[in-house]
């Protein structure tokens, strides 16, 4: 899984490619130094613009950092490709993909950008809600015909941010260190259980 | 599970409660605002002392911030009550006291500082590796004498740091408003997976 933009070689100062070249900045400085530490004072002055044309391009810095958090995939296209197999083979789906994204640097750097910000900031929360929540796990665990579609979502959400968080952020070394394959052993199983599996049975009687 | 400490209704400005004042303040400052935007200023403005008397007890913002971050139980007392059950209800064991703990206001507003804190600052993280990781989730993994207790200890905490952060920082509703007995039914057997289980099964071939 690439991202979806790749930053250019040379950046445009002014004119019609002022307004991309401060968002991918802005990626940048989010990425780098969190929502709290970014200004966007910083932003224009790494952007080489103005910060008045930084304001009068987005506002305040709520509006930059909701169209800077580009998520690094497609909703609408990844739901589709998510749901297309067999019911029971979800959870690694999902988990394939995950890891994916998290070894590719750029699209991780933006994943974990994402979830700092959502901690500090109600509008990245907001942000992870509607465009992993709403946009990728609620259709997901609707498609899969499962009860409680939201509450389902909602749990597979916990365990993906988590794990981000867990092995990006907090910086756990036996999840960093771990071999790709040993992690989605142990997690596409649980995600299987939060998205299709019963919800209220112990999952140590089967054992 | 109670909070160690409450605050008292009638602070001290000066004087020997002084370092204990300031301590209390920062976990309030802390709590409410997050790790970035709380300012050695501001604690000492809010705690009625000199701010130069802030540093001196404390150093600097990461360690009156690791002096703060107190967790709202005691490690050592609470891996073998945890410990002391039958094996294959650890998982539900586990889920009942993080529930406790979350649905303690106090209790809540320090373990959900901490994850904020954690997600802006190397300072935090480590605090959230030691005191989480170290001292409560890899003693218990050890405790019940499964192989890798490192990567079930890590996995566990990407669970319960991940469910802290989706029902109470990224607020979601499903999580939020949904029974806590219904949560606990949900992931305790996911836990206990991680925990006791075979981290290599699938999970869903014995449905």
């Given at each position: 899984v690439a991202a979806r933009e790749r930053k250019g070689p040379g950046r445009r100062p002014a004119g019609s490619g002022t307004r991309e070249t401060i968002l991918e900045t802005a990626r940048d400085c989010f990425a780098e130094l969190g929502y709290d530490r970014t200004t966007?004072?910083?932003?224009a002055t790494r952007a080489g613009v103005?910060?008045?044309l930084v304001s009068?391009?987005?506002?305040g810095k709520q509006q930059l950092f909701a169209e800077a958090a580009?998520?690094?995939f497609d909703p609408s296209a990844l739901v589709p490709r998510l749901?297309?197999?067999p019911r029971d083979g979800i959870g690694r789906r999902l988990m394939d993909f995950v890891m994916d994204i998290l070894d590719d640097p750029e699209?991780?750097?933006r994943m974990t950008a994402l979830i700092r910000a959502a901690a500090a900031e109600d509008a990245a929360a907001e942000q992870v809600r509607r465009r992993i929540t709403s946009q990728v796990l609620m259709p997901l665990a609707s498609g899969l015909g499962a009860d409680r579609p939201e509450l389902r979502a909602a749990l597979?959400?916990?365990?993906i941010v988590g794990l981000v968080m867990a092995r990006h952020v907090v910086g756990l070394h036996a999840l960093a260190g771990t071999d790709r394959?040993?992690?989605t052993d142990a997690v596409a199983p649980v995600v299987q259980h939060y998205l299709t599996g019963d919800l209220t049975r112990d999952l140590d009687a089967a054992r």
């Amino acid at each position: 899984v690439a991202a979806r933009e790749r930053k250019g070689p040379g950046r445009r100062p002014a004119g019609s490619g002022t307004r991309e070249t401060i968002l991918e900045t802005a990626r940048d400085c989010f990425a780098e130094l969190g929502y709290d530490r970014t200004t966007l004072r910083g932003i224009a002055t790494r952007a080489g613009v103005d910060v008045a044309l930084v304001s009068h391009y987005f506002g305040g810095k709520q509006q930059l950092f909701a169209e800077a958090a580009v998520l690094p995939f497609d909703p609408s296209a990844l739901v589709p490709r998510l749901l297309d197999g067999p019911r029971d083979g979800i959870g690694r789906r999902l988990m394939d993909f995950v890891m994916d994204i998290l070894d590719d640097p750029e699209a991780r750097a933006r994943m974990t950008a994402l979830i700092r910000a959502a901690a500090a900031e109600d509008a990245a929360a907001e942000q992870v809600r509607r465009r992993i929540t709403s946009q990728v796990l609620m259709p997901l665990a609707s498609g899969l015909g499962a009860d409680r579609p939201e509450l389902r979502a909602a749990l597979t959400g916990s365990q993906i941010v988590g794990l981000v968080m867990a092995r990006h952020v907090v910086g756990l070394h036996a999840l960093a260190g771990t071999d790709r394959a040993v992690l989605t052993d142990a997690v596409a199983p649980v995600v299987q259980h939060y998205l299709t599996g019963d919800l209220t049975r112990d999952l140590d009687a089967a054992r």
